[in-house]
């Protein structure tokens, strides 16, 4: 089982102590065959406690639209369906991810509630700089294709989508037959099934509120035993069990601590420190098992860089118009669609934050470790990504989410002995800023637009960049 918890030599003696730790208690605490794990009851709604009913992926192709589908150049695709299983998340997808969609995303939705159709929403098209790093076994992976952003819709059953290609000069809709699409347009509709239960169903709204669900067990399991339910695959109990230098097999939510506490951590993790340990307090995280990851979905085993000698800062691009409460699925609408639709091995992000301030685990493989993630293309060794739910380009971000930024940073940077108000120099994989090879100096706390050329993570999100650099470096004591 714990053969595959690291698929890469490149990993820190913290890494290595924490995997071995992870693996020890898995084996401890798991049963002999996964199939005879003790389920946990179910409870209404008909799933189990803590966990999330599957979801599905439903894709459809793009036709061309307009008086130029007849000549086999159509600038314009999309369509319009009706009485369709109900989802909650869209986005389009094409063949090549080396291929940019140089247009216009328009969508409108029918409400699955009432019936009643929505206006016509902007998806982001600009999504060149999200991904693996080029020359890496995920960027190469059969299946990996270009995408939008993913666009958050809320419970609907009816769809309207359409795409126009830009001019040749970049300026309006194409032509008489002048600039092209992608080929092979899919539009993609997301279901992230139901919270039946737990931590990930208890979100509340409002400034700073981040839940209060505590660490019982689930209904039906005695103290002490681990809270095996129907989900448990080896893939679950390794996601978990990837979290166990840390935090209790099975938890939902990895609880803070204060600063001493967190001092002791690290001295348990990597041993006695020299001279001032600079460390924020670990801030509450909700695991992969609190917001229902279906752990079946990703690629097996963990892939860890050397250290983290930075932070990127993103937005989803998925929109404002999700409640906390719906957080949980967002995430999971976010990483069925990076899973399924785009190809990825995971969801691209090593955390993600609600507009509350709620912390969540993204890529599995540990809070703690150096999780090589697929958020900053061509900065993705050594780095980590934090990934705010929404868009914040003309949107100023919620206080409580920058400072649930500035306080993970804190902590992970901390970790591996980074200060956040510093620079670095990452050494580039290939991006369209800066070449193979290249060495760049970058902030510690960087955004996304930083390594890459993109609008992320939108102007009034980066314009909070400075104010997270200080507060992170405040709560480390520095």
């Known amino acids: 089982m714990c053969g595959f918890l690291a698929t890469s030599s490149c990993v820190s003696p913290l890494v290595v102590r924490s995997v071995g730790t992870a693996c020890a208690a898995v084996l401890a605490l798991a049963p002999p065959a996964v199939a005879s794990a003790p389920a946990a009851p179910a409870v209404a709604g008909g799933g189990r406690a803590g966990d999330a009913v599957a979801g599905s992926t439903r894709s459809l192709p793009l036709v061309p639209l307009g008086r130029e589908r007849v000549l086999g150049a159509a600038p314009e695709q999309g369509l319009r369906r009706t009485g369709l299983a109900r989802f909650a998340l869209v986005g389009v997808v094409w063949d090549d991810p080396g291929s940019e969609l140089r247009g216009r995303v328009r969508v409108r939705t029918r409400s699955a509630l009432t019936g009643e159709w929505t206006g016509w929403q902007d998806v982001e098209t600009h999504t060149a700089g999200d991904g693996a790093d080029p020359g890496t076994a995920e960027r190469a ?18 769809v309207d989508v359409r795409v126009r290609a830009d001019g040749p000069d970049g300026d309006g809709p194409a032509r008489n037959g002048r600039g092209a699409l992608p080929p092979g347009l899919r539009l993609e509709l997301v279901d992230p099934g139901e919270d039946t239960g737990g931590p990930a169903a208890e979100r509340t709204d409002g400034p700073g509120r981040a839940g209060t669900a505590g660490e019982a067990p689930a209904v039906g399991v005695a103290a002490g035993e681990p809270p095996y339910t129907e989900l448990d695959t080896e893939a679950a109990i390794a996601a978990s069990g990837a979290n166990a230098d840390i935090a209790a097999f099975g938890t939902t939510e990895i609880p803070e601590l204060d600063g ?25 995280i909700v695991t992969r098992r609190g917001w229902g990851a279906d752990e079946s979905l990703r690629e097996r085993g963990f892939v860890y860089t050397k250290r983290i000698k930075a932070a990127f800062v993103h937005h989803t691009a998925s929109g404002n118009k999700y409640t906390c409460a719906q957080a949980p699925s967002v995430i999971r609408g976010i990483y069925r669609y990076h899973v399924k639709s785009m190809g990825w091995r995971d969801i691209g992000y ?19 470790k150096a999780v090589l993630g697929a958020h900053t ?31 993970l940073a804190a902590w992970k940077l901390g970790l591996y002995g980074a200060d956040p108000r510093a620079k670095t120099s990452l050494t580039s994989g290939g991006s369209d800023l800066y070449p193979k090879g290249k060495n760049v100096r970058l902030n510690v706390l960087s955004g996304h637009r930083d390594g890459v ?10 314009a909070q960049l400075g104010t997270a650099r200080a507060d992170a470096a405040r709560y480390q004591g520095r």
């Open 141 to 158: 992976a059969r299946g990996v294709r270009g995408a939008t952003a993913p666009l958050w819709v809320g419970p609907s059953d009816g």
């Open 260 to 284: 001493p506490a967190t001092v002791a951590e690290l001295t348990k993790l990597q041993g006695p420190v020299r001279g001032k340990p600079y460390i924020g307090p670990r801030p509450k």
């Open 350 to 368: 090593n955390f993600l934050v609600d507009k509350c301030g709620t912390l969540y685990e993204g890529r599995a493989g540990g809070v703690a």
């Open 377 to 407: 293309l061509g900065f993705n060794t050594d780095s980590m990504g934090v990934a705010v739910l929404g868009t914040y380009g003309t949107t100023r971000p919620p206080g409580a989410a920058v400072t649930a930024v500035a306080r």
């Open 453 to 462: 050329a993109t609008e992320c993570p939108g102007r009034l999100l980066y």
